[in-house]
């Protein structure tokens, strides 16, 4: 077929590839490509492993449907799978969470037992699962090398590859002594194998239906011919369907509890967001992967022949074809799911081991007495040893046991172990009565039952070859035959292991519950889990403690741990935090759980507890006042949170005040301006009359005609002070809004032509030509004196702008779809570019202090713009127009 | 004769001032704005001028920073008479020069008797 040692040089480059991406992603871990919701969801597919890859084409041709069960569970899961997550990654970044056994110890008190036990129940289901990946990949890379197996660990491939693996793992895996801190670079290669192997799937899948077969119709009509057909698509009775729920319900804890994937979903989770579109983007993965199953295994069932091992019918169904390169690409897509499956479970068990089995037992009093740098580097060691162990230890389960696995058996049977952890899991997070005693009892219980039911008549079987035992049980007690105890009679040996060890883990979980009640830390953390989302905002002030403790002597706890650059960062920002004097001596609760919290990352949450508790005096507190702080506490937090919200509040009342008394300064000075303006322009025609009537007071011989030049001046300028009064009343009253327009239908045309003859006596003195261009019977609603006081306005001002001789004026009318448009447009010196923005401001003359203008403009086009707006129109000058000044008046059509 | 140029925008203030200035015996000279009164003293330079602030183009401020700029001008005493009241104002009219401010409206008489003391003294 294909030589081994292109398969390994494949495999190999494929190894290099995907380290190469993964140390690039690690560098990018805060890139858009890096750290967004499709990673996380792609990542969550680590669910998918050789077992998915190979074993459901295998179930499907062998079993039909219950193949299913394993994905229905997850996709069915996924709702409620969002709304436990949210809890469970929030609770988890708080505490530090590295693992399912740090959590599960955490809700349970830090309970350093239940750490351990629940690490322990990981490892016996996790390492046969990895063995199973290290069969698929061994058997498929025989397939596909045509070779036979080898005798020796020094020819077997499949070693090196474990060895390979689990170098990667260790190096992906254990950069840092925090095992709460993100691995970007490797959830990133897991998210990039997830694509791969779909699509690799998919492509195996399209080719075994529309290449070798005329599509899914022709299939099944080939198919629907073997004899065997109807059990594969139906459910014979009963049974086998109670028996689908049970795998169904299986399938659904694995999908949380499974080291990998509370690995791959909590702890690698950079974003509690992202779970929002995993909640469907996971399910829909697992549905493209189902597409094709079925398909599959039907084609493998009518073209290979029956001695062929169904689980790998995707490898098979290329190469009898003769297609290697296809089933090169089927190989590295299974390899794949081999690959982040082993190296996220042996990762997660690796942190487990270390933090709950290893530092809390013994190893802690190693670290202690030793310094900071020789800690981490002890902690990371042990994690790489572990992962060792584990992968190899895999590979001698699989080398010992090979024949007797089978892809799809050992992962339910692991599936079945990982259960137990269920009640103390579920029920845990819901139920604040839960306890640690509970936990362990329950645990035991359904581990002695699964251990009776499964694993037990397994040993009998392979290494007594004794089939009695399953047969007549133990001692001819029928009652206790394993694959039917209590009489059970009628589930297939996984389901019924399932079945009884959940109702005795259950079962004990509550009855010790309620019969027990956990000591007051237990109940703490308890009322912190199950009441999250109203705990969240406490922080450390969620933890009851009562003792004495110093500073100084956590301090030096961390050091050892953390090293002292780390620590006193952390602690500087505790300090900060809560506004604590760092002088202090006597450490509170607050700094006991911080630092709690802070180890809990690097050794494990019952660890971390046991070093903090080597350091200070603890006294016991009784439940209710536990409770009762709790409550004060939040109250305290409450209170304080109203306070801000009252200092907010009274903050933002003081900036609004803080504007309105702006505004009114503001006001207040441009009052003052206006009334400035007003009393300068009174003050010039004032001191003409009067300087005007000294002079006639005091010169009787002045000649009669220069005296009625004075006089003359005298009343003209009293006429002025006429007109600035009336219009300073008229600016007030327009723009207090008390005006009302008095809007009739006008001919525009007929206004105009009043306008222009009320200015025709100037216009005729200066010479100047005025023109209007305007239609006939042009109606609009307006009020026509008013009106007329605009348009006089502008064309006198133009009148005052245009040279003497030469001048013109223009006056154009357009209509538009709703609006009229005048316009209108002198030749003269036009309006300085920076006077545009103030001309129609009724203190414009104000701004310009010492420049004149020329008297009336000033209010005059501020009135003007007032009567304008009052018929919702619009008045404008032109800031492009270069020959002279152009103002534009907008006139609506209907008038309103 | 003793020279007085008068520099208002203000056509029947100005006549007032010419007929006060003529009767008291002065040659009396008129500018409308600054640039105007700037070109005039050049050929004519006054005894004494009466300077408004507010003109269009070159204002009352601007006049008397040139006028004494130039020593040529070093003589010639400055008035200013403005609508501009307030003591601000007046302030930084004396600050800029001017020998005395009257603000409008304005008493004739006792704008001629100042003028004469000062031409005088």
């Known amino acids: 077929m294909m030589p081994s040692y292109v398969i390994i040089l494949v495999i190999v480059c494929y190894l290099a590839l995907l380290f190469a991406l993964g140390i690039w992603a690690d560098k990018r871990a805060r890139s858009k490509w890096v750290h967004n919701p499709w990673v996380y969801s792609l990542s969550l597919a680590v669910y998918c492993s050789a077992w998915t890859y190979y074993g459901s084409v295998g179930i499907a041709a062998t079993s039909g449907v219950s193949f299913l069960t394993t994905y229905l569970g997850p996709v069915i899961a996924l709702p409620l799978w969002y709304i436990i997550m949210r809890r469970v990654v929030t609770i988890s970044k708080q505490y530090q969470v590295s693992s399912i056994a740090d959590f599960i110890s955490l809700r349970y008190g830090n309970d350093r037992s239940i750490g351990a036990l629940v690490t322990v129940i990981c490892v016996v289901a996790v390492v046969p699962y990895i063995s199973l990946q290290l069969k698929a990949v061994s058997e498929t890379f025989d397939i596909l090398s045509a070779s036979k197996e080898s005798a020796s660990i020094v020819t077997d491939s499949t070693f090196y590859i474990a060895v390979l693996l689990a170098v990667f793992a260790a190096l992906f895996g254990t950069q840092t002594a925090d095992a709460s801190r993100r691995r970007s670079g490797l959830m990133f290669t897991v998210a990039v194998e997830s694509l791969l192997k779909l699509v690799f799937f998919i492509i195996i899948g399209v080719y075994a239906t529309f290449y070798l077969f005329d599509g899914t119709s022709d299939l099944y009509n080939q198919v629907s011919a073997l004899e065997d057909f109807e059990q594969l698509t139906t459910f014979s009775n009963m049974e086998a369907s109670i028996n689908w729920y049970f795998m169904i319900a299986l399938s659904f804890f694995a999908i949380f509890l499974l080291p990998r994937q509370f690995h791959a979903s909590v702890v690698e989770n950079t974003d509690v967001n992202h779970l929002k579109k995993a909640s469907w983007v996971f399910p829909l993965y697992l549905l493209l992967f189902n597409v094709f199953v079925i398909f599959i295994a039907w084609a493998g069932k009518l073209v290979l022949s029956k001695d062929l091992n169904p689980d790998y019918y995707t490898l098979y169904l290329p190469l009898e074809h003769g297609h290697k390169v296809l089933g090169l690409m089927v190989f590295l897509g299974g390899l794949s799911s081999v690959i982040s499956m082993v190296v996220i479970s042996a990762l997660a068990l690796s942190t487990m081991i270390s933090n709950n089995l290893i530092i809390p037992y013994g190893f802690l009093k190693v670290l202690n007495k030793r310094n900071p740098v020789a800690n981490v580097k002890s902690i990371k060691k042990i994690r790489r040893v572990a992962i060792f162990i584990l992968i190899l230890g895999a590979y001698f389960f699989y080398i010992n046991f090979n024949v007797q696995l089978s892809l799809f058996s050992i992962g339910l049977i692991a599936f079945v172990v990982i259960a137990q952890l269920a009640p103390a899991f579920f029920i845990g997070l819901f139920w604040n009565r839960g306890n640690a005693f509970a936990v362990k009892m329950g645990i035991f219980a359904g581990s002695i039952i699964t251990f009776y039911t499964l694993a037990l008549p397994f040993i009998t079987d392979v290494f007594l070859q004794d089939s009695l035992f399953v047969e007549q049980g133990p001692a001819g007690i029928t009652l206790l035959k394993p694959h039917m105890l209590f009489g059970l009679d009628f589930m297939p040996p996984v389901t019924h292991a399932f079945f009884w060890s959940m109702v005795f883990n259950l079962m004990f979980y509550l009855i010790f519950s309620v019969a027990r009640k956990g000591n007051y830390r237990e109940r703490n953390y308890a009322e912190l889990v199950v009441n999250a989302s109203s705990y969240g905002d406490m922080q450390e002030n969620a933890f009851v403690w009562r003792g004495e403790a110093y500073v100084s002597e956590i301090r030096k706890a961390l050091v050892k741990f953390l090293g002292d650059k780390r620590t006193t960062r952390a602690l500087d920002i505790f300090y900060r935090k809560y506004g604590l004097d760092p002088k202090e001596e006597k450490a509170d609760a607050r700094l006991v759980n911080f630092s709690e919290k802070l180890l809990t990352g690097s050794i494990g949450a019952a660890s971390a507890k046991l070093v903090i508790s080597s350091v200070v005096k603890e006294q016991p507190v009784t439940l209710p006042e536990v409770l009762k702080i709790l409550e004060e506490n939040k109250e305290t937090i409450s209170t304080n949170k109203q306070l801000q919200q009252q200092a907010y509040e009274l903050q933002r009342l003081s900036n609004s005040l803080k504007i309105a008394n702006q505004s009114l300064i503001e006001q207040d000075k441009q009052k003052d301006e206006f009334l400035d303006t007003v009393a300068h322009e009174l003050k010039t025609p004032t001191a003409s009359i009067r300087a005007a009537s000294e002079i006639l007071a005091d010169n009787d011989d002045m000649p009669d005609a220069l005296k009625q030049k004075f006089l003359n001046n005298i009343v003209a300028d009293a006429d002025r002070l006429g007109i600035i009064i009336s219009n300073i009343l008229d600016l007030e009253k327009l723009s207090s809004g008390r005006e009302i327009m008095d809007k009739k239908p006008h001919q525009l045309n007929n206004t105009l032509t009043k306008a222009i003859d009320g200015t025709y006596q100037l216009a005729l003195k200066k010479e100047i030509a005025i023109t209007i261009n305007c239609v006939e019977n042009l109606v609009l609603y307006y009020d026509e004196d008013r009106m007329l006081q605009v348009f006089t306005n502008l064309l006198s001002n133009s009148i005052k702008f245009v040279a003497a001789q030469g001048g013109s004026i223009v006056v154009n009318v357009i209509e538009q779809e709703n609006d009229v448009l005048l316009s209108f447009s002198d030749n003269g010196k036009g309006v300085p570019q920076e006077d545009m923005k103030y001309i129609f401001d009724k203190f414009y003359q104000s701004n310009n202090q010492t420049i004149r203008k020329p008297l009336g403009s000033g209010m005059g086009l501020a009135i003007s713009k007032h009567i304008v707006d009052g018929h919702n129109g619009h008045i404008a000058i032109d800031k492009q127009f270069k020959d002279g000044a152009r103002f534009y008046v907008t006139l609506k059509k209907n008038g309103l | ?121």
């Open chain 2, 1 to 121: 004769m003793k020279k007085i140029l008068i520099v208002d925008d203000e056509p029947n203030i100005v006549m007032s001032l010419e007929f006060a200035f003529q009767k008291q015996g002065y040659e009396v000279f008129i500018a409308r704005d600054g640039s105007e009164a700037l070109a005039l003293i050049n050929n004519n330079i006054p005894d004494l001028i009466i300077l408004d602030i507010m003109m269009p183009q070159v204002d009352g401020y601007e006049t008397i920073k040139q006028v004494k700029a130039n020593p040529a001008f070093a003589k010639a005493k400055i008035i200013f008479l403005s609508a501009k009241s307030k003591p601000d104002d007046i302030e930084k009219g004396l600050s800029l020069g001017a020998d005395a401010y009257f603000t409008k409206p304005f008493s004739v008489k006792s704008l001629t008797t100042a003028v004469d003391n000062l031409i005088n003294n």
